[in-house]
């Protein structure tokens, strides 16, 4: 399932138009729609596992498939006592101080901790959203490639957060987009430029992933530049929960390749990071990076769960709940056939096809106690509509069993397009 991308940007040569009047549009009626079902915007209160008591509903409970903490510690409470403990300790939640004047102790503590845990020079941002929004134009600039301004090339699905920083980077250097993992593209703009930088994400918010190993390849062979969103892949792989993406990667990064990473999702915290791979490139991302030099960190509650979760990284808690992450995706993909089975990646999509028939089929869910996300353009393509389902490791069997269960009744119910 493929997503569009949002706002529908246009780029030539050092020009990116965005079209946000159109895919507002476009996409209004079924925003419209969801709403109506009661499908978005819901307030809830988490209980044991994935249980959420939903404010709408007056307290119903039903299993939530939509949260992407993906080995379910974002109510683990090693980590949530993390995050009291940080706050009892400093006595405040924020400061409001840019980054390059005043920090707060323990987020350096994080971040020599988050360092050595990953292997590399890891800064922290408030979002995943902020680490891109600062890394890129860094870049887009010519100073981590030799003084070369490189041609940024986007993958055609790379999350929102990365392309919308298109226009920005096209008033700095040429922008390129390539299909979908066509690294036979990418190869060819290597050839023909003199330095080029692929932006991409390690493990996709709607499945699938970047073919880390032939990037690699390209990279020994022309210099390319890599950059990485990793989000969605960290905690899940590696001894340590490095990641899709750095677990692949033998030693130091170097100076070639950057990964952004979420201390939310899988890691059970709260925002986002940057893996470095030389001092320069932290020198200068803690002096320019725009969402250090001019934004505040990360608050002291993210900061003491983040240091929680680091912790439990080290131990053999992380590879059980690895291992029981694999065995509930297994599970569902013995019930519910998808374009993502026999993935080891933990998102899955169900296409439906007709806008209004994802919606109602989400709603359905709703009604039976699960909670899914209808997805439609301009998060996948238009016609390309759907579930998208998260089974982690919080869910039980039984829950996953039931959620298989009520897809199959669906499927009938909304004219057997639901399930395919």
Not at 172 to 194: G, I, K, P, S, Y
Not at 372 to 386: H, L
């Amino acid at each position: 399932m493929k997503a569009e991308s949002p706002g529908q940007e246009s780029v030539a040569g050092n020009s990116a138009y965005r079209n946000t009047s159109s895919l507002i549009q476009h996409a209004q009626s079924h925003f419209d729609a969801a709403h109506f079902q009661g499908l978005m915007a819901i307030y809830g209160r988490p209980l044991a596992g994935r249980v959420v008591a939903l404010r709408q509903e007056n307290g119903r409970h039903i299993v939530d498939f939509v949260r992407c903490s993906y080995l379910g510690l974002d109510n683990h409470p090693q980590i949530v006592a993390g995050a009291i403990e940080a706050l009892s300790q400093y006595g405040a939640l924020h400061w409001s101080c840019a980054r390059t004047r005043l920090n707060f102790s323990i987020l350096g503590d994080l971040e020599a901790a988050l360092s050595e845990l990953f292997g590399a020079r890891v800064i922290t941002y408030s979002t995943v959203l902020a680490a891109n929004m600062s890394a890129l134009p860094l870049i887009a600039s010519g100073y981590l490639t030799g003084g070369i301004k490189p041609v940024m090339v986007f993958d055609r699905l790379a999350h929102a957060t990365l392309a919308f920083h298109k226009g920005t980077i096209a008033t700095e250097t040429r922008v390129e987009t390539v299909a979908h993992n066509d690294l036979e593209a990418l190869e060819t703009l290597c050839q023909t430029n003199d330095s080029v930088a692929f932006v991409c994400d390690g493990v996709y918010s709607m499945g699938g992933s970047a073919d880390i190993e032939r990037l690699l390849r390209l990279q020994d062979r022309y210099g390319l530049f890599l950059y990485v969103d990793d989000a969605h892949g960290v905690s899940l792989f590696g001894k340590h929960g490095e990641g899709f993406a750095r677990s692949q990667i033998v030693g130091r990064l170097g100076e070639r390749t950057i990964i952004a990473a979420s201390l939310g999702k899988g890691f059970g915290a709260s925002g986002g990071l940057l893996l470095l791979g030389t001092a320069r490139q932290e020198e200068l991302f803690r002096r320019f990076a725009i969402a250090h030099a001019f934004s505040a960190s990360l608050n002291v509650a993210a900061i003491g769960a983040a240091l929680a979760s680091q912790k439990l990284h080290r131990t053999k808690e992380l590879a059980k709940l690895q291992q029981t992450l694999r065995d509930r995706v297994a599970l569902f993909d013995s019930l519910v056939p998808t374009e993502q089975r026999g993935s080891p990646l933990p998102i899955r999509t169900v296409e439906v096809g007709d806008e209004l028939k994802a919606i109602a089929a989400a709603r359905a869910l709703l009604d039976r106690g699960f909670y899914t996300s209808a997805i439609f353009f301009p998060t996948v393509a238009r016609g390309r509509a759907g579930l998208r389902l998260c089974p982690t490791a919080g869910h039980s069997e039984d829950e996953i069993r039931a959620l298989g269960s009520v897809l199959h009744d669906i499927h009938g119910e909304i004219g057997g397009a639901a399930v395919r």
